[in-house]
């Protein structure tokens, strides 16, 4: 065995078959997500009530004391949503919403009025009294009046704290017949069963999605009629309305609850239906898609809307649903990725064969899929300038580390191998970052998306290099060794963390992984050559 080859015959067809499988699962991946999905049609496109909140234009965000939305685009908003919805809720009389209940009036809307309560008192006075006026003068327009949303679940009051308050709406309001209730998950309201008192009926979040075990879409709206009917039991005589109920188009999948366009179509349509075969008030949230949630939330917090941030339609509730209509762009991509891989190929005569050729193409191919496939994530998720440039960067640096790789992978696989190397310092850079991200994922995950297109392709590259170049040419060093120890430790953590339910957190490890198996392949090639060399003198 000459030091120039690779160390078994075997390895030259087990490297053309991870390329192939790759630009396959990538061309795939991009394929299915175009698919029309059959779903279960909605029996009307008419919804009984929204959440609304106007803040979804860049910039915009309730987390600035001073924000306020001019009346003239609170009235295009619900002109527009009246077409759809015979009511919207509201969360707060600042920023402008305390206009709401007189704009809604004309356009024969009814409104669940929202008063903020949080842990300034100055604050929540201020509330009160604004939301006790606007029921004075709007009562006919009220369905009711919500004091505080989801306070104990924040921790920002306590129970007595808060009946107080919902006293204070309620005898300042007495003589308009307008009903008070406050709104929290419905958990909560087990936890606190004395709220119930304090208020003429009871509002229920119910959130599949966000349960502390998440519920799958397949079971998502037995488990509404499951809790409900728990609600009812347990506050006999009581209305209950449910006063959130919905899900999420993008975001981080949580256990068997994925976030995406399809099964926000799924559920709602499919509550919609279970609505109308019950005798039951509720308010779907939301009506617009709201970016600054991100803030908080990460990916999936922006994506709630029935509407986009722009105010179209995300989906309609008659007919199959395709999760991303521009699926074609993947394997443009693919292509592009493709040329440009031989392209960067062509110069030497390393790579003008047929084979080397081709495995830059399928090299090309996988990074252009994989790109893309980020690129997509990153147009959900990327709130700023800096964010983007930052993704943005890395995207790139991806490129170029998988155009270095590629070039070598195919001069082995055309049996004419380079004599440089792409060297450590970009090995260890990847892997220390993926050992950053992985303990964020581990230890702060719940709201992080997996980054699987920017680490799979120097993943799969060094993987691929480490198989087939000269074993002197991958030696690890100790800190990679010991990084390479953590990496599959941290992937394990996510993959728990989801009870194995999560098919990307199993992505996610088996990227960690392959890039694991780069250091000890080179690491283990490189510890026999040294021992053949030893034999030898």
């Not at 926000?264 to 075969?277: D, K, M, Q």
């Not at 029935?306 to 394997?331: H, N, S, Y």
């Not at 792409?422 to 702060?444: E, I, K, M, N, T």
């Not at 991958?474 to 394990?492: D, F, H, K, N, Q």
């Amino acid at each position: 065995m000459s030091p120039t080859s690779p160390s078994s015959p075997r390895i030259a067809p087990l490297a053309w078959l991870i390329l192939v499988v790759a630009a396959v699962a990538g061309a795939y991946w991009w394929w299915q997500i175009g698919r029309p999905v059959p779903l279960p049609e909605a029996p009307s496109a008419r919804i009984a009530c929204v959440s609304y909140a106007p803040f979804r234009k860049p910039g915009e965000t309730p987390l600035d004391i001073h924000a306020y939305v001019q009346p003239d685009r609170i009235d295009a908003d619900l002109r527009a949503l009246s077409q759809r919805f015979d009511c919207v809720r509201t969360y707060s009389q600042g920023f402008g919403l305390s206009a709401v209940p007189q704009i809604a009036q004309r356009y024969g809307m009814k409104v669940l009025m929202g008063i903020w309560i949080g842990r300034d008192p100055v604050a929540n006075e201020n509330e009160i009294k604004a939301g006790i006026a606007m029921a004075k003068a709007y009562p006919e327009v009220l369905r009711g009046v919500i004091v505080g949303n989801e306070v104990l679940l924040r921790g920002e009051q306590s129970p007595k704290a808060l009946a107080g308050y919902v006293k204070e709406v309620r005898d300042g309001i007495h003589d308009t017949h307008v009903p008070v209730t406050y709104a929290d998950v419905w958990e909560f309201w087990l936890h606190y069963p004395e709220m119930a008192a304090a208020v003429d009926y009871i509002t229920v979040h119910i959130l599949p999605y966000w349960e502390d075990e998440p519920v799958e879409p397949r079971d998502a709206v037995q488990h509404v009629a499951e809790v409900y009917a728990r609600m009812k039991a347990r506050f006999p005589g009581r209305a209950v309305m449910i006063g959130e109920t919905g899900w999420p188009s993008e975001g981080k999948q949580r256990r068997g609850a994925a976030a995406s366009l399809v099964n926000e179509a799924r559920y709602l349509r499919e509550f919609l239906r279970y609505a109308s075969s019950v005798d039951m008030p509720y308010n779907v949230i939301e009506a617009f898609d709201q970016p600054w949630k991100r803030e908080q939330e990460g990916t999936v917090g922006g994506y709630w809307g029935i509407f986009d941030d722009q105010a179209r339609p995300k989906f309609a509730m008659q007919g199959a649903v395709v999760e991303e209509p521009r699926w074609e762009l993947g394997w443009w991509a693919g292509a592009a990725g493709a040329l440009l891989f031989v392209l960067a190929g062509w110069w030497r005569s390393q790579w003008r064969s047929r084979r080397a050729r081709l495995a830059m193409a399928l090299a090309g191919f996988v990074t252009g899929t994989a790109l893309a496939w980020q690129f997509r994530q990153m147009w959900y998720a990327c709130r700023d300038h800096f964010e983007w440039a930052v993704a943005g960067v890395l995207c790139l640096l991806a490129l170029a580390t998988a155009i270095g790789l590629a070039r070598h992978i195919g001069a082995w696989l055309a049996g004419r191998p380079v004599k440089s190397s792409p060297g450590h310092g970009p090995r260890f850079a990847w892997l220390f970052v993926l050992a950053y991200y992985g303990l964020l994922l581990a230890f702060d995950g719940r709201y992080r998306d997996f980054p699987l297109g920017l680490f799979w392709l120097p993943a799969m590259g060094y993987f691929l290099a480490a198989l087939l170049d000269r074993p002197e040419a991958w030696t690890p060093s100790v800190e990679e060794r010991l990084i390479g120890v953590a990496l599959p430790l941290l992937a394990a953590v996510t993959v728990a963390q989801d009870i194995g339910q999560n098919p990307a957190s199993w992505l996610w490890l088996g990227v960690n992984l392959m890039l694991v198996g780069a250091v000890f392949v080179a690491w283990r090639r490189s510890a026999k050559a040294r021992q053949t060399q030893a034999a030898h003198q």
